[in-house]
């Protein structure tokens, strides 16, 4: 099949929306997040957005790559590609193409996904051109849950410590979050070297990755252990779609009952402004071991009165890098 690669433009918004109709069921970023790419990328060059084309004009395919650590680091990331077009290796020459464009500076290449067994499989076999950097569990929910009285009346030999964890769970202003995410006591806690915010990774120790995460509407949350030591730390953004309010958290607790506490906060911080609307979470966790996450999700379904969206439920989040060589991807 004959396509041209070119830039992304504004104008091409509809053309995409087109290849892009009820992926996750109408609950995709993408719609609320395209004029946004395109923007950054004409005006601080740190975003590469470009189509696939046919000889007729229609726009088939759609990728973004989002450069940060100075240019260095490429991460890829909101990849569409039309239903009919597919296996047609369309994907591999948007890949190429902006592999092509900054080549010359990237040292590294970044991607995140939840089809954990492809990659597996690979790594196994020895042809995967990348390796898994970071795994965590995910967890996905949807409908209008209960308010948190309601739920710790039924869980009852939680409720104490849960209404102690969630009183100590606070809330940060701008000043004191960007302090958080400038702290080395931040880098320490996180286990892997890269931090994920809504589907893009970043290095902490760059402060121009800190200052793009506070210009995002978000919410931080923190909780200190009894001793005043960081114990978990998380960060939310909603978005409203076709069918609700989507809600992204990226979640940093190695313990249930926190992992739980920070989980319960989003959802009640949302539902005070979205109170009739139907909310879909999905929760990050990166610090949470299997049997936390299977606590965690206990809890949230039979307590809080959310049910597990289980398609977007079945796989976990990995990350995955390659260190030069970007030319063998």
Known sequence: ?????????LEDFDGVMDINKDVYEGLDYLPYKYHMYIKEGQSKGNRICLVAETNEGKIVAFRMAF???????????????HPKY???????????????????????????????????????????PMTIAARSPR????????????????????????NKLFEKTLVLSRDDARELLSSAELRDFIRTSDFVYSWDVFNLKFVSNVEWIMQCRNVILRTLNKDGALNGVSLANALPCKLGIRLFADVYCAEADVTIAHIIKHIQMLQQFCKSTPIVGTFF???????????????VAEYMGLYPKQNLNENDFIILERIKNLSKL
């Open 285 to 299: 966790l990166h610090q949470c071991s299997a049997k936390h996450k299977t606590e965690a999700k206990k809890f």
């Open 86 to 128: 597919t296996s047609k290796g369309i994907n591999k020459l948007l890949q190429d193409a902006v592999v092509e464009r900054c080549k010359t500076k990237v040292t590294k290449f970044i991607s995140t996904t939840w089809q954990t067994e492809i990659w597996e499989k690979r790594e196994r076999n020895g042809t995967s």
């Open 1 to 9: 099949m004959s396509v041209k690669i070119r830039e992304a433009r």
């Open 67 to 81: 450069l940060v650590d100075e240019g260095h680091t490429l991460i890829a990331q909101a990849v569409r590609v």
């Open 139 to 162: 967890v996905s929910f949807e409908t209008n849950p209960v308010s948190l009285s309601i739920a710790l009346e039924k869980a009852y030999r939680h409720s104490e410590d849960l």
